[in-house]
């Protein structure tokens, strides 16, 4: 099973920056489709930013300009560079990866692993 860890949250002032990694690990060499989401308490978990297996970025609009996405040239950690932050950034960033079929690198639709979050804090 693929397990994710994220790493490098923290708290900072507003227009400061941070950079999130989520590092995977487990039985396989695939290049995962990876999502950050965020989660304020009280709130559903939204989505902020994804690169999919073919390397496909796309970014929420409300951080567009300010975050980026990339994956390591081994695809094993993704990390999100969030610029510009603001308080509304402000939340528990999640990891999320698609599952594959066991042996191979076809993704399992509906089916994710989750890592167990980072806090972000931007304070005004």
């Known amino acids: 099973e693929v397990q994710l860890v994220e790493s490098g949250g923290g708290s900072v002032q507003a227009g400061g920056s941070l950079t999130l990694s989520c590092a995977a690990s487990?039985?396989?060499?695939?290049?995962?489709?990876i999502s950050w989401y965020r989660q304020v308490p009280g709130n559903e978990r939204e989505f902020v930013s994804r690169?999919?297996?073919?390397?496909?970025?796309t970014y929420a609009d409300s951080v567009k300009g300010r975050f980026t996405i990339s994956r390591d040239s081994g695809s094993r950690t993704v990390s999100l560079r969030m610029n510009s932050l603001k308080p509304d950034d402000t939340g528990k960033y999640y990891c999320?990866?698609?599952?594959?079929?066991?042996?191979?690198?076809?993704?399992?639709?509906?089916?994710?692993?989750w890592g167990q979050g980072t806090q972000v804090t931007v304070s005004s």
């Open positions: 999320r990866a698609v599952q594959l079929y066991d042996g191979t690198c076809i993704p399992i639709p509906g089916y994710y692993y």
């Open positions: 487990g039985p396989t060499s695939c290049a995962l489709d």
């Open positions: 690169v999919d297996s073919a390397g496909t970025i």
